[in-house]
């Protein structure tokens, strides 16, 4: 668990930045070389600390170079946790646990992926501002055009109207024969 104890947040702090500056002061070792702490997490009861660590390796040598530091760190995890103990003045201080930190490596792919997103929206951008409609600009009916094309329908409006046109046919109950057949008129009888 990480340390939600707010002595445990401040131990974690003096870690911190105990190890950082014991790594250069006094342990010489070049495989440590572009190590950085980025972060400690103390438990709650101060017995674990988890040391988050991150290197600058070189280019296609990253995995040999992070294996040789994790080698020299667990190698002097004693002498730092004495030096912790000694700069903390703890009673009991607690065992040091060294993480590799993936963190900051995500963080660059996310960049670039974010960098790529970036270059497409720019690319969508030019490609907006030389965009012409494939139809008319604007194929839709506006409130002022509306009433012209209603003055040129209205006279026709007025054919409609006429009963002259239509022949209404009366219904005949003779022409209910045809409903015999589903057996609909036995019933009603």
Request: hydrophobic letters at 35%; glycine letters at 6%.
């Amino acid at each position: 668990m990480a340390g939600t104890n707010p002595r445990a947040a401040r131990i974690a702090a003096l870690i911190q930045r105990v190890i950082a500056s014991s790594m250069e002061a006094q342990l010489h070792d070049k495989r440590l070389a572009n190590v950085t702490i980025t972060e400690v997490r103390v438990t709650n009861d101060l017995q674990i600390a988890k040391v988050y660590w991150t290197q600058l390796g070189h280019a296609g040598k990253e995995e040999g170079e992070r294996k040789r530091a994790q080698q020299a760190l667990n190698q002097a995890s004693g002498r730092l946790r004495s030096l912790v103990g000694v700069k903390a003045g703890l009673r009991l201080t607690p065992q040091l646990q060294f993480v590799y930190d993936e963190v900051p490596g995500e963080a660059h792919e996310i960049e670039d992926i974010l960098a790529i997103a970036r270059k497409r929206d720019e690319e969508l951008a030019k490609a907006r501002a030389t965009a012409q409609y494939a139809g008319d600009a604007d194929p839709y009916k506006h409130a002022d055009e509306s009433e012209d094309d209603d003055a040129e329908y209205a006279d026709d409006d007025d054919d409609w109207d006429d009963e002259e046109d239509f022949e209404v046919e009366d219904f005949d109950a003779d022409d209910s024969d045809d409903a015999d057949d589903s057996g609909l008129s036995d019933r009603a009888e």
